[in-house]
Structure formats: C-alpha cells, structure tokens
C-alpha cells in the first residue's frame, strides 16, 4: 500500500499523540470529512498491515490510538521510509519535485526518469509539466525538452535559485530530520564519475554541523526549521557547484554584503564545503549564502548584536509600529521594550527575504487570518511603515508573521492568574509562532504559566525540573514530564483534545475512582495491557464530562456603539471640552467615571495628540484600570472642527470614545470600526449625518461576523 501526504500526517500524529485522537480532531486539522478520515485511516491500517506491524485502534467514545511499543516500531520504519517507493505524491508535491529534480540533474534527465522518481503514468506526469511550465513563469525561468540533452531549466542563474527555494518549501515538510533526509534522497542519482557514497546521510548531518558552527560568527541563533531547510539548500547547491553552474552578485551588492556579520559566517561556510566535499566555491556564492542567512528566521540575538547601529532604522521603525498598533488597538503595552526587541528579531531577517525576493511560504497565514482576523486587520494598518523602509509591498503572509509578534503580547496588560502548573512550548518556527501558541495555551488553562520557550536543540540540552508537563509543535524526545504535540494554530478540537490530555495527566483525588474500577476488573477478567487500559478508562470518563473551554465573546461595533452612544454639537471650546463631551453618554451609564476623562486629557497632554488616529479622526482612550466598568464605545460628531494642535491633521470633527476592559474584549469591534473609516464614503457619511438612524445605517453595515 502506498501513502500519501495526508496519511504521513495522520501516522506521525499517532505515533506522537500522548492519548487517543479523535476522528473529529483529524477532520478540522485536515479539513477533510469524516468519510475521508477512514479511507485514510484503512489506506494506513493497510501499510502497517504490509510492513507486519499492528493496526490503529479505534475506542468509539475517545478515538484512535496505538500503544507505546506500536509507536515505536513506526518511529523506526518512518525513519528508514522510502518516499520514492511507498509514497504518492500530490500535484504540488509532483510538480515541485520535478523542478528540483531537473535543475539538480547529475545526468541527462528524461520523461521516463521523472515517472520512475515519481511513480506517476505517462499522461498525469505530462499535465504535470504542462502546468510547471506556467508556473515558472513568475520566476522567469523557462521548462525546456531537448532530445539529446533532456529536460533542462532555462533562465538566468539567480532566478534559477529563488524558483528553488520556492520549490524545496512546497515539499519540506518541517517533521524532523529522518523525513528531511527521505526528502532529499529523492534526488541522488546514480550518475557517471560521482561516487556512490555521495550525498548520504553523514553529507546531510555534516552540513547540518556546519550550520550550528557558523551561528557563533553571525551572532544569532537560527530557528530548528530554518537549521534543517538550510541545510537541504545547502545540499542542493553543492550539485549546482558541481555542474559548475554559479551566480553572479552586484558589485556594490557585494560591497555592502561583505560588511555584515553573516558574510563572515557564510564565508566559513564556503570554507567548510570546500574542504569537505573538495569542490571550489567563488565569493560570488559566499555573497549570495549571506543573503539567504540574512533573511533566515533566528529564535535570538546576542544581546550585543541587537545594539549595532546598523539596525538603528529597523529599530526606529519597530517603535514606530507599536506606537501605531497601540493607538489602533487602542492598548498600552506594560512589556513594551521587550515587545519591540522580540519585533526587531523577526524583522531583521524579514527585511533581506523581502528586499533578495526570498519569500517564503508562511504555512500558518490562512490560519492566523482565520482565527485571529481582528489582530490581523490591525496589523496591516501598521506595516507601512516596513512597506516604506522596504519600498515594496508586504505581503499578506509577512504581515501574518508580524500579526503573530503582536498576539503574543496582547495579553501582557493586567493580572495575571497565579499559575497552578508549569509547562514549556517547543517550537521550531521561531519566536512569532512560539508567542501566539504561549497566548493559546494561557488563555486556554488559566491553571498554567509557560515557563520557558524553546527551540528544539533549546529543548534537548535543557532540564526540565519543575516543569509539569512540554507542548511542542515538532516532535521531540520524551524526557521525564509528558509531552503534547500540536498544531501552532489550535483548532477548537484540538483545544478541546490538548485539555483533556493534560487533565488526564494530572494527579487528582478522583483516580481513586479509577483504582477502585480497575480493582473489580481484576476479579473478573485477564487484562492484556493494564496501563493502556487504565489509559483508555481516564479517556472515557473525561470525554463525558464538559470540557472546560476557552470563551471568547467579543462584541460587535453596533452592540459597542449604539444609539444612546451618538451625540451631536455645533463646536466645543478645546479639545479638552471635547473629549469631556464626547464621553457623557458613556459617564451617563456608568461604564466609566470622571477619573477615566480625566486620565484621557492628562495622556494627551503628557503625549501629545497620539489619540487623532487619522486627519478628522480622534479615538480617545486610556487604560482600563483608570476608571473603566464596562465595555463602551460612544461618537460625538461637531459642525466646527476642534484643533488639538496648530497641524491641519490634528483639526477634528469626528470622536470616537473607547472605554475598553481589557487588551482583547474590544478588538472586534475596533476592528469593524477600522474598516468602516477606511473608506472615504464613509467619512464624509458620517461628517455630514444628521440622525443617529445616519450613524447607525453605517455602522450596521461593518458589524457582521
């Protein structure tokens, strides 16, 4: 039996998952029907079956599972997988493939070839090329047929390399190291004049050792994901050197290159690669190595890097974008300094993929627009900032990125419960992905304070004494507490599922329950697996009880915003009578009290005028504990403009007063209000209303879920 991408995921769940996974757990990760969910899992039980190893166990009330000795015999198969032989390819997976494939050929590459790597029929590898061809395209590289030369690549040498880039993120699957190194068996070929022993294993984990050497020179500390994928890049242009097909850098390019610390890392690299795999590389190529470890994703600085004044722009530019996102979020973050270093981190490296076009694939965009599509709306006001800075266009799964920094410190405002237990998140994506799986994780078990972030060789050199329990979004080793895996982006399944997991794992009075069940079980019957069974029974009594949830209300603008909340006037005397009279209704029905006015004028005066969000435009607001009940919102439109200071940008007509109660309740809202004033219709609307039924008609229009 053959499997596919989406059976490789579901055994790797399995063989990973402390307690059983739910059918309904593996249609909302995979977003596939319960239907496809057992033709996968018969596509699996029918492998395992051919490699003489048990099926998947199924419990109707819990879900699937294996025991710890199944586990471990699949961890060993899957390490050895041969994805040539026993797997099936998607479209993408294909078609990226056979680029990489061709642009790495040690030899004469023909049709029959691709369908003997691939396993695929004659006509489906042709409608494959035809469609590579168009997407080549964007890369400015042409798919070419010549009969005595085969298949070839067309282009020039640096397009060539970014349309490989692109290709090795389609098909690397970020799972770990052994399926890295099936990956990337894929392309040794027996070819003339090339040793047999070339690109094994051991070339793999020397250039991997390489990398790990290299940080000391650069001064940072390159994500797991980023130390694998970077090594596979590695691979591959070491068959592009051997086909002596080089690149050509800028001259000034290289000028400014050679200055940074990378270059001093990428040129030890070069050293490295020459000596072990005797082969010549140019400085042309150390040049274009540094550009690559420039835009790489780091979990850290050393704290002197993060001085160097050549970062002073992008440090300017991270404060210029949380002072930004707290103005439209309208919070103000306690931790502020850190929030910026974390932000400088991630866009250090973003700004070299941005400006060499080295756009990565960011796998969890869709999920973080999807789940957190208050934050991202917010975000996306800030990023031009960046956008200026970069002069090009962030892209939506950029700014996801940055979404994500902002996530993870949203909740840093307020008190924080006293934690009951203590965990640890591995992840090998970086810093971004680590904070908003911190924030879940929180939100989700107010009972647990993560005590320590890590990356996976973080993880495995560290103690993890007094630690209760580690979530990991990669696999990692077993150490003495329990390790859960999941998805960065937690489903409400999954949420749902991790809870369950950690509850089960708990010490509680409650198992005596158990004992005493396992106590009359004894008598009656013969146990095969005494721990899978007492396992299976904690399952069973937590999946019927209710599972405590996360709850996540938050209003709407028309339900923040009503119509006993819309004033008119004619002018005020200052900015200072305006802001007093714009907040009444909210005064009148006591979701605020004077005090919050008050600490609204004293922010401004101490400031400036940070709360005139665009020209026409002010969002007052302060900090919920300076006088805040309940959640508010309330408009206060003027005939005559009121000037906060002699700048025309700061002549306003149009209030909206915030009474928020936290850092999350209001983004909903605040969102749909972001939206509704970006239109310009909409202004004028609302400059020229003359009812509440005017304001409302607008402001119905933008609350929707």
């Known amino acids: 039996m053959i499997l596919d991408q989406r059976c490789m995921t579901i055994l790797t769940k399995m063989v990973h998952a402390p307690t059983h996974v739910s059918p309904q757990e593996l249609m909302e990760e995979l977003q596939i029907s319960k239907r496809t969910v057992y033709y996968d899992v018969e596509k699996i039980n029918s492998w395992l079956k051919d490699q003489g190893l048990d099926e998947l166990k199924y419990v109707r009330a819990a879900g699937f599972y294996l025991d710890e000795e199944e586990k471990q015999q699949i961890k060993q198969r899957l390490h050895s ?42 006509s489906t590898l042709l409608a494959d090329i035809k469609e590579l061809k168009k997407q080549l395209n964007q890369f400015r590289v042409q798919l070419n047929f010549h009969k005595p030369s085969g298949y070839y690549i067309a282009g020039e040498e640096q397009d060539k390399r970014k349309m490989l880039i692109y290709c090795l993120s389609q098909v690397l699957t970020n799972r770990g190291w052994n399926d890295l190194i099936s990956e990337v068996q894929l392309t040794i070929q027996d070819a003339p004049g090339l040793s047999p022993e070339m690109f094994q294993r051991t070339d793999l984990e020397a250039i991997y050792e390489i990398l790990n050497e290299s940080e000391s020179y650069s001064g940072v500390h390159y994500t797991d994901e980023v130390m694998e994928t970077l090594s596979a890049h590695i691979f591959m242009l070491i068959k592009r050197f051997n086909q002596e097909k080089y690149i050509k850098m800028d001259p000034v390019e290289k000028q400014v290159i050679k200055e940074t610390k990378e270059y001093t890392a990428a040129r030890f690299i070069c050293r490295k690669i020459e000596s072990g795999f005797q082969l010549e590389v140019p400085d042309d190529e150390a040049c274009y190595l540094t550009t690559y470890l420039l835009g790489a994703k780091i979990s850290d600085y050393d704290t002197h890097e993060l001085e160097n004044q050549d970062l002073d722009i992008l440090k300017s530019m991270a404060v210029r974008m949380v002072d930004d996102f707290q103005k439209y979020a309208c919070v103000f ?23 060499y076009g080295i756009e990565l694939e960011n796998p969890l965009s869709k999920s973080v627009q999807e789940s957190y599509q208050d934050l991202f709306i917010l975000t996306k006001k800030v990023v031009h900032h960046f956008e200026y800075v970069l002069g090009k ?11 994500m920094h902002f996530g993870g410190w949203i909740d840093k405002e307020g008190v924080r419960v006293e934690a009951r237990k203590k965990a640890a998140v591995v992840c090998a ?10 924030k879940q994780i ?21 103690s993890l004494a007094d630690l209760d329990f580690v979530i990991s979004t990669t696999p990692v080793s077993r150490k003495n507490v329990p390790v859960f895996i999941v998805n960065p982006i937690l489903n409400p399944s999954e949420k749902e599922s991790l809870l369950k997991q950690v509850q089960a794992s708990e010490k509680r009075p409650k198992s005596e ?48 915003l009503t119509a006993d909340k819309i004033q008119f006037a004619d002018s005020a005397a200052s900015w200072q009578e305006a802001l007093q009279m714009a907040s009444q209704p909210l005064l009148a029905d006591q979701s605020i009290s004077q005090h919050y006015i008050d600490a609204m004028i004293e922010n401004v005066n101490e400031m400036g005028p940070y709360i005139v969000i665009a020209p026409g435009i002010a969002l007052p ?61 909409n202004l004028e609307k ?16 933008y609350s929707q879920d």
């Open 81 to 122: 997988f041969d994805k040539a032989a026993s797997y099936e390819f998607s479209r993408k997976e294909r078609m990226a493939w056979t680029a990489i494939l061709i642009l790495t050929r040690e030899k004469t590459i023909y049709l029959q070839d691709l369908m003997d790597k691939l396993g695929v029929s004659r």
């Open 333 to 355: 973050f306690q931790n502020r300094k850190e929030l910026e270093r974390n932000l400088l981190i991630h866009l250090k490296p973003a700004y070299f993929r941005i400006k």
């Open 393 to 403: 266009k962030v892209s939506d799964d950029e700014a996801a990125y940055i979404a």
């Open 429 to 438: 994506s970086g810093i971004g992905t680590s904070r908003i799986l911190q």
């Open 442 to 462: 929180e939100d989700l078990m107010p009972f647990v304070d993560v005590a320590n972030v890590y990356t996976v060789r973080e993880y495995e050199k560290a």
């Open 513 to 560: 329950n158990i004992d005493a069940l396992m106590d009359i079980i004894r008598k009656h019957a013969d146990i095969k697996d005494e721990s899978m069974l007492v396992q299976e029974l904690k399952a069973y009594y937590q999946s019927n009880k209710d599972a405590k949830s996360e709850v996540d209300q938050k209003p709407m603008l028309n339900e923040v």
């Open 621 to 681: 607001h302060a900090r919920p504990e300076a006088g805040v009940n309940k959640l508010g919102m309330s408009f206060l439109q003027l005939k005559e403009s009121c000037a906060f200071s002699e700048k025309p940008e700061h002549q306003v007509r149009l209030f909206f007063v915030l009474a928020a109660i936290d850092n999350e309740t209001h983004l909903k809202a605040l969102s749909q209000l972001s939206k509704m004033l970006s239109d310009s219709d």
């Open 686 to 701: 609302l400059q020229n209303a003359d009812t509440e039924a005017d304001v409302l008609e607008i402001i119905n229009q």
